[in-house]
Protein backbone atom coordinates (compact mmCIF):
# COMPACT_ATOMS: atom_id res chain seq x y z
CA UNK A 1 0.00 0.00 0.00
CA UNK A 2 0.97 3.50 -0.35
CA UNK A 3 3.20 4.73 2.87
CA UNK A 4 2.54 8.11 3.84
CA UNK A 5 4.98 9.35 6.90
CA UNK A 6 4.47 11.60 9.77
CA UNK A 7 7.01 14.10 11.92
CA UNK A 8 7.65 13.90 14.70
CA UNK A 9 6.07 11.09 16.64
CA UNK A 10 6.38 12.91 19.92
CA UNK A 11 6.81 16.37 21.08
CA UNK A 12 6.75 18.15 24.12
CA UNK A 13 6.38 21.63 24.30
CA UNK A 14 5.85 24.19 26.73
CA UNK A 15 2.36 26.65 26.94
CA UNK A 16 2.30 29.82 24.24
CA UNK A 17 4.79 28.22 21.88
CA UNK A 18 3.86 26.81 18.63
CA UNK A 19 4.46 23.08 17.50
CA UNK A 20 4.79 22.10 13.42
CA UNK A 21 4.38 18.57 12.39
CA UNK A 22 5.06 17.22 9.18
CA UNK A 23 2.99 14.43 6.82
CA UNK A 24 4.72 13.36 3.85
CA UNK A 25 3.21 10.74 1.47
CA UNK A 26 6.27 9.06 0.21
CA UNK A 27 5.26 7.11 -2.95
CA UNK A 28 2.33 8.66 -4.32
CA UNK A 29 1.45 12.47 -4.86
CA UNK A 30 -1.56 13.85 -2.60
CA UNK A 31 -3.75 16.44 -3.63
CA UNK A 32 -5.54 15.87 -0.20
CA UNK A 33 -4.53 15.16 2.93
CA UNK A 34 -6.89 15.19 6.11
CA UNK A 35 -5.53 15.60 9.82
CA UNK A 36 -7.29 14.10 12.27
CA UNK A 37 -6.77 14.64 16.45
CA UNK A 38 -7.74 11.49 18.39
CA UNK A 39 -7.88 12.49 22.14
CA UNK A 40 -6.93 8.77 25.05
CA UNK A 41 -9.55 6.56 24.33
CA UNK A 42 -11.82 8.40 21.93
CA UNK A 43 -12.08 8.30 18.11
CA UNK A 44 -10.45 10.27 15.27
CA UNK A 45 -11.93 13.77 14.75
CA UNK A 46 -11.33 15.12 11.45
CA UNK A 47 -10.05 18.85 12.35
CA UNK A 48 -9.55 19.74 8.67
CA UNK A 49 -8.94 18.68 4.88
CA UNK A 50 -5.65 20.26 3.32
CA UNK A 51 -5.71 21.21 -0.16
CA UNK A 52 -2.48 21.25 -1.74
CA UNK A 53 -2.13 25.15 -3.42
CA UNK A 54 -5.06 26.16 -1.95
CA UNK A 55 -6.86 26.82 1.31
CA UNK A 56 -7.96 23.82 4.08
CA UNK A 57 -11.10 23.63 4.99
CA UNK A 58 -11.78 23.18 8.76
CA UNK A 59 -14.31 21.26 10.48
CA UNK A 60 -17.17 23.17 12.78
CA UNK A 61 -15.25 24.47 15.73
CA UNK A 62 -11.54 24.09 14.78
CA UNK A 63 -9.94 27.07 14.67
CA UNK A 64 -8.17 28.05 11.53
CA UNK A 65 -6.30 30.59 13.56
CA UNK A 66 -5.10 28.00 16.20
CA UNK A 67 -4.32 24.92 13.53
CA UNK A 68 -2.25 26.24 10.54
CA UNK A 69 -2.32 23.87 7.91
CA UNK A 70 -0.05 24.36 4.83
CA UNK A 71 -0.21 22.37 1.99
CA UNK A 72 2.18 23.76 -0.66
CA UNK A 73 3.75 20.47 -2.46
CA UNK A 74 1.77 17.55 -3.76
CA UNK A 75 3.25 15.23 -1.03
CA UNK A 76 3.63 17.75 1.71
CA UNK A 77 1.35 18.87 4.36
CA UNK A 78 1.94 20.84 7.80
CA UNK A 79 -0.06 21.51 11.01
CA UNK A 80 1.16 23.98 12.67
CA UNK A 81 -0.27 24.46 16.45
CA UNK A 82 0.02 27.55 17.75
CA UNK A 83 0.44 28.99 21.05
CA UNK A 84 -0.50 25.86 22.38
CA UNK A 85 -2.29 25.16 25.83
CA UNK A 86 -1.87 22.02 28.13
CA UNK A 87 -5.39 21.31 26.34
CA UNK A 88 -4.30 21.13 23.11
CA UNK A 89 -1.68 17.36 24.36
CA UNK A 90 -3.07 14.92 22.11
CA UNK A 91 -2.72 12.60 19.09
CA UNK A 92 -2.80 14.46 15.91
CA UNK A 93 -2.58 12.08 12.68
CA UNK A 94 -2.50 13.13 9.28
CA UNK A 95 -3.74 11.04 6.44
CA UNK A 96 -4.10 10.89 2.53
CA UNK A 97 -5.44 8.67 -0.76
CA UNK A 98 -3.38 7.61 -3.09
CA UNK A 99 -6.40 7.46 -6.05
CA UNK A 100 -8.72 9.97 -5.05
CA UNK A 101 -11.54 7.68 -6.31
CA UNK A 102 -11.34 4.42 -4.58
CA UNK A 103 -11.68 6.18 -0.90
CA UNK A 104 -8.79 3.94 1.38
CA UNK A 105 -7.45 6.21 3.19
CA UNK A 106 -3.59 5.80 4.22
CA UNK A 107 -2.29 7.40 7.80
CA UNK A 108 0.49 8.64 9.06
CA UNK A 109 2.47 7.28 12.08
CA UNK A 110 0.61 9.80 14.45
CA UNK A 111 2.42 12.37 16.17
CA UNK A 112 1.41 12.70 20.04
CA UNK A 113 1.59 16.21 21.34
CA UNK A 114 2.06 17.29 24.96
CA UNK A 115 1.83 20.93 25.96
CA UNK A 116 3.04 21.39 29.38
CA UNK B 1 -22.93 16.11 7.70
CA UNK B 2 -22.22 12.28 8.47
CA UNK B 3 -22.90 10.80 11.57
CA UNK B 4 -21.78 6.88 12.07
CA UNK B 5 -22.49 5.25 15.55
CA UNK B 6 -20.81 2.23 16.62
CA UNK B 7 -21.79 -0.73 19.26
CA UNK B 8 -20.76 -1.66 21.64
CA UNK B 9 -18.12 0.24 23.03
CA UNK B 10 -16.33 -2.80 24.75
CA UNK B 11 -16.14 -6.58 23.28
CA UNK B 12 -14.51 -9.39 25.45
CA UNK B 13 -15.12 -12.63 23.83
CA UNK B 14 -12.87 -16.24 24.55
CA UNK B 15 -10.20 -16.82 22.31
CA UNK B 16 -12.11 -18.73 19.37
CA UNK B 17 -15.38 -17.27 19.75
CA UNK B 18 -16.97 -14.65 17.20
CA UNK B 19 -17.01 -11.29 17.65
CA UNK B 20 -19.36 -8.63 15.98
CA UNK B 21 -19.24 -5.25 15.90
CA UNK B 22 -22.16 -3.03 14.70
CA UNK B 23 -22.42 0.64 12.75
CA UNK B 24 -25.26 2.60 11.48
CA UNK B 25 -24.92 5.94 9.33
CA UNK B 26 -26.67 8.80 8.67
CA UNK B 27 -25.88 10.33 4.66
CA UNK B 28 -27.57 7.87 2.40
CA UNK B 29 -24.86 8.98 -0.01
CA UNK B 30 -22.34 7.36 1.68
CA UNK B 31 -20.78 4.63 -0.01
CA UNK B 32 -17.73 3.30 0.97
CA UNK B 33 -17.25 1.72 4.16
CA UNK B 34 -13.96 0.83 6.17
CA UNK B 35 -12.50 -0.80 8.82
CA UNK B 36 -9.78 -0.27 10.81
CA UNK B 37 -8.03 -1.75 13.93
CA UNK B 38 -6.13 0.25 16.05
CA UNK B 39 -3.17 -0.57 18.50
CA UNK B 40 -2.61 1.46 21.29
CA UNK B 41 -0.60 4.64 20.31
CA UNK B 42 -0.48 3.47 16.71
CA UNK B 43 -1.73 4.64 13.41
CA UNK B 44 -5.11 2.75 12.24
CA UNK B 45 -4.59 0.01 10.19
CA UNK B 46 -7.26 -1.03 7.08
CA UNK B 47 -8.63 -4.56 7.59
CA UNK B 48 -11.39 -4.45 5.37
CA UNK B 49 -13.87 -2.35 3.64
CA UNK B 50 -16.85 -2.28 1.64
CA UNK B 51 -18.72 0.00 -0.88
CA UNK B 52 -22.23 0.68 -1.60
CA UNK B 53 -22.64 -1.61 -4.43
CA UNK B 54 -21.99 -4.81 -2.35
CA UNK B 55 -23.80 -6.69 0.52
CA UNK B 56 -21.14 -8.92 2.15
CA UNK B 57 -17.01 -8.90 1.94
CA UNK B 58 -15.22 -11.74 3.23
CA UNK B 59 -11.28 -11.82 4.14
CA UNK B 60 -10.17 -15.13 5.95
CA UNK B 61 -11.55 -14.19 9.63
CA UNK B 62 -12.76 -11.24 8.85
CA UNK B 63 -16.28 -10.53 6.97
CA UNK B 64 -18.21 -6.98 6.55
CA UNK B 65 -22.14 -6.81 5.48
CA UNK B 66 -23.84 -4.26 4.48
CA UNK B 67 -27.38 -3.22 4.44
CA UNK B 68 -27.95 0.15 2.50
CA UNK B 69 -31.59 0.15 3.19
CA UNK B 70 -31.44 0.11 7.10
CA UNK B 71 -28.47 1.95 6.81
CA UNK B 72 -25.68 -0.10 8.77
CA UNK B 73 -22.54 -2.36 8.13
CA UNK B 74 -21.43 -4.86 10.90
CA UNK B 75 -18.03 -6.08 11.33
CA UNK B 76 -17.51 -10.25 11.75
CA UNK B 77 -14.65 -11.83 12.98
CA UNK B 78 -14.69 -15.50 13.53
CA UNK B 79 -12.36 -18.14 15.38
CA UNK B 80 -10.80 -14.72 17.39
CA UNK B 81 -7.28 -14.82 18.75
CA UNK B 82 -5.38 -12.59 21.04
CA UNK B 83 -3.65 -10.69 18.31
CA UNK B 84 -6.91 -9.43 17.37
CA UNK B 85 -7.22 -7.57 20.55
CA UNK B 86 -7.32 -3.99 20.32
CA UNK B 87 -9.52 -1.36 19.11
CA UNK B 88 -11.58 -1.22 16.16
CA UNK B 89 -13.24 1.53 14.11
CA UNK B 90 -15.59 1.56 11.75
CA UNK B 91 -16.26 4.67 8.94
CA UNK B 92 -18.26 5.85 6.16
CA UNK B 93 -17.54 8.50 3.22
CA UNK B 94 -19.03 9.33 0.13
CA UNK B 95 -16.45 8.81 -3.14
CA UNK B 96 -13.64 10.66 -2.63
CA UNK B 97 -14.81 12.45 0.41
CA UNK B 98 -14.21 13.23 4.11
CA UNK B 99 -14.01 9.58 6.41
CA UNK B 100 -16.29 9.98 8.95
CA UNK B 101 -14.72 7.60 12.30
CA UNK B 102 -17.58 5.34 14.56
CA UNK B 103 -16.70 5.94 18.22
CA UNK B 104 -14.81 2.42 18.14
CA UNK B 105 -14.71 -1.03 19.94
CA UNK B 106 -12.34 -2.28 22.47
CA UNK B 107 -12.15 -5.91 21.49
CA UNK B 108 -10.56 -8.03 24.55
CA UNK B 109 -9.76 -11.96 23.29
CA UNK B 110 -9.03 -13.77 26.47
CA UNK B 111 -7.40 -17.19 26.51
Known amino acids: GAVVSQHPSWVICKSGTSVKIECRSL??????MFWYRQFPKQSLMLMAT?????????EQGVEKDKFLINHASLTLSTLTVTSAHPEDSSFYIC????????????FGEGSRLTVL | GENVEQHPSTLSVQEGDSAVIKCTYS??????FPWYKQELGKRPQLIID?????GEKKDQRIAVTLNKTAKHFSLHITETQPEDSAVYFC??????????FGTGTQLKVEL
Open chain 2, 27 to 32: DSASNY
Open chain 1, 50 to 58: SNEGSKATY
Open chain 1, 95 to 106: SARAHSNTGELF
Open chain 2, 91 to 100: AASKGGNKLT
Open chain 1, 27 to 32: DFQATT
Open chain 2, 50 to 54: IRSNV
